[in-house]
């Protein structure tokens, strides 16, 4: 089955620095790489997502690369802020496999003010 | 829309003890899926479902039922609690596009501690 892995599980940044997380999955067949923000104590919540027919996506301060071949998956936060502070979770699901989705095991993010 | 619900918000078990976490959703989405999250080991996926009478097991399915005789209701049955099941508990779900997959909603979860 679909295995994610995360990395690094803890990033401490300057404000304004960039942040990067990287994730790697195994199923070739997984075709949409979701990306998830959960602040303490409350739910995850879709940042950004990205399907398998694109190489990169940007929403303002936020970015998404895959490499397929690779099957790296990476989010990149620029001009981190401190409301940036939150666990961050990847994840990777296809049409095979019963649609399920599966996250890796999160990166805490620190933004120093 | 309300979206995702779950009940309760929090539960205390006692070892052996069963007990049914409700889900459900208003937006019509055929996917309905259990995670529980522990510290340091993100969501685990405990089931699924794809649509009524349909469900399938995730990675970590053991102690654990359920059932989806509607669309909008997905409720995870604890056959008889133990410890180690002393997590906290989400429920999701989205809609299964033709191309693939849409984003996961959640529901703001149920924290439970077993005894």
């Known amino acids: 089955g679909e295995n994610v892995e995360q990395h690094p599980s803890t990033l401490s940044v300057q404000e304004g620095d960039s942040a990067v997380i990287k994730c790697t999955y195994s199923?070739?067949?997984?075709?949409?790489f979701p990306w998830y923000k959960q602040e303490l104590g409350k739910r995850p919540q879709l940042i950004i997502d990205?399907?398998?027919?694109?190489g990169e996506k940007k929403d303002q301060r936020i970015a998404v690369t895959l490499n397929k071949t690779a099957k790296h998956f990476s989010l990149h936060i620029t001009e981190t802020q401190p409301e940036d502070s939150a666990v961050y979770f990847c994840?990777?699901?296809?049409?095979?496999?019963?649609?399920?989705?599966?996250f890796g095991a999160g990166t805490r993010l620190f933004v120093k003010a | 829309n309300a979206g995702v619900t779950q009940t309760p918000k929090f539960q205390v078990l006692k070892t052996g003890q069963s007990m049914t976490l409700q889900c459900a959703q208003d937006m019509n989405h055929e996917y309905m899926s259990w995670y529980r999250q522990d510290p340091g080991m993100g969501l685990r996926l405990i089931h699924y479902?794809?649509?009524?009478?349909?469900?399938d097991q995730g990675e970590v399915p053991n102690g654990y039922n359920v059932s989806r005789s509607t669309t909008e209701d997905f409720p995870l049955r604890l056959l008889s609690a133990a410890p180690s099941q002393t997590s906290v508990y989400f429920c999701?779900?989205?809609?299964?596009?033709?191309?693939?997959?849409?984003?996961?909603?959640f529901g703001n979860g149920t924290r439970l501690t077993v005894t």
């Open positions: 990205i399907r398998s027919n694109v």
């Open positions: 199923d070739s067949a997984s075709n949409y």
């Open positions: 994840a990777a699901s296809g049409d095979t496999g019963g649609f399920k989705t599966i």
């Open positions: 479902s794809v649509g009524a009478g349909i469900t």
């Open positions: 999701a779900s989205s809609y299964l596009e033709v191309k693939g997959r849409s984003p996961l909603h």
